[in-house]
């Protein structure tokens, strides 16, 4: 009998480590008797990251924190991740959580195609995430200024704020209605086609008299497109003048002849050449005017047959 109770207690005893062993490894998710190997973070801070919770890469479980550690104003984070598991030495580690409520978990990404892989002991970079309360205690912040807002917006404020208007609005609403009065009436009028915008909105006078405008200034376009064409075909004194060269040659001819002429004249050729160009005519003509001159000086004392006598013997007659 004592031989089978120790018989049973070591039974027992060896289906409770191997029971602990196996809630050890439900739990932990890499046991004793798996191989892995351990990389570790630095982070700022870890928020509410704890020993034991899942490393994950792209969702998918791949190892366990085994353990946190204050280093140099760090957070060192070690984990113990799947031997099967391939980490790039750029890969980058970041603490995450499911929600708002949920547990937190380290995340790591796949890193580059062509980077090595990260062995046993290595350091990966980390992503430094926004910390949870923080940004909870900013929307606090942020709710306590919008409460404090509402409550400067009180009855007496409102008042202090829309009193005078209200006080203007109560001692001209005689003027305001009246005012109100003459629109509604002018509008009325308005729309009943009275006055002059009335008449300028619905009245076709306005419009046919534009209309006719525009017929009329399309018709004087067409008119002088008329005249341009013929013009340009040559009908008319004008389409002559412009489009037949002979008034041209004429005019170029003329213009030859003239300075032709003055060629001559400058070289003192024919009669008009000779009286530009000859001293000897002027001379005479000015000793004739200075015999003129001195008679017309001797004649006012003499009777009219002394002054033919003299005028004979002054110009050699």
């Known amino acids: 009998m004592k031989n089978s109770l120790e018989t049973r207690l070591g039974i027992f005893a060896v289906l409770v480590v191997i029971a602990a062993l196996l809630i050890m490894e439900t739990l932990g998710g890499i046991g004793f008797f798996q191989r892995g190997y351990h990389l570790s973070a ?23 924190v085994e353990k946190i550690a204050l280093e140099n104003n760090k957070v060192r984070v070690t984990m113990k991740l799947n031997g099967s598991t391939v980490v790039k030495t750029d890969s980058q580690a970041a603490i995450r959580f499911t929600g708002l409520m949920g547990q937190n978990f380290v995340a790591i990404d796949f890193g580059s195609p062509g980077a090595p892989q990260a062995v046993d ?7 430094e995430q926004p910390d949870l309360n923080a940004i909870m205690a900013k929307l606090n912040d942020a709710a306590t200024g919008i409460q404090n807002l509402t409550k ?17 609005i109560r001692q001209n609403s005689g003027h305001l209605t009246a005012t109100i009065s003459n629109v509604e009436a002018i509008s009325g009028q308005i729309a009943s086609g009275q006055g002059t915008v009335g008449k300028l909105i619905y009245t ?13 200034l399309q018709g004087t376009v067409a008119a002088a497109q008329q005249v341009v064409n013929g013009v340009n075909e040559g009908r008319g004194t004008i389409g002559k003048l412009v489009t037949d060269d002979t008034l041209y040659r004429a005019t170029t001819s003329s213009m030859t002849n003239l300075n032709q002429i003055l060629q001559k004249v400058n070289q003192g050729q024919g009669s008009i ?28 004392d003499q009777g009219p047959l002394s002054v033919l006598g003299i005028v004979a013997s002054n110009l050699g007659l």
């Open 152 to 168: 400067s917006f009180t009855g007496d404020t409102i008042n202090n704020l829309l009193g005078p208007l209200t006080d203007l």
């Open 121 to 127: 002991g290595a350091v990966l970079a980390t992503v």
């Open 273 to 300: 050449g000779k009286l530009v160009n000859d001293q000897d005519l002027y001379k005479n003509a000015k000793l004739t005017l200075q015999k003129v001159d001195k008679a017309a000086d001797s004649l006012e």
């Open 204 to 216: 076709d006078t306005l419009y046919n008299s534009a209309l006719d405008t525009v017929s009329n």
């Open 42 to 64: 630095l982070f700022d801070t870890v928020q509410e990251l704890k020993v034991g919770d899942s490393v994950k890469m792209a969702g998918v479980e791949v190892g366990r």
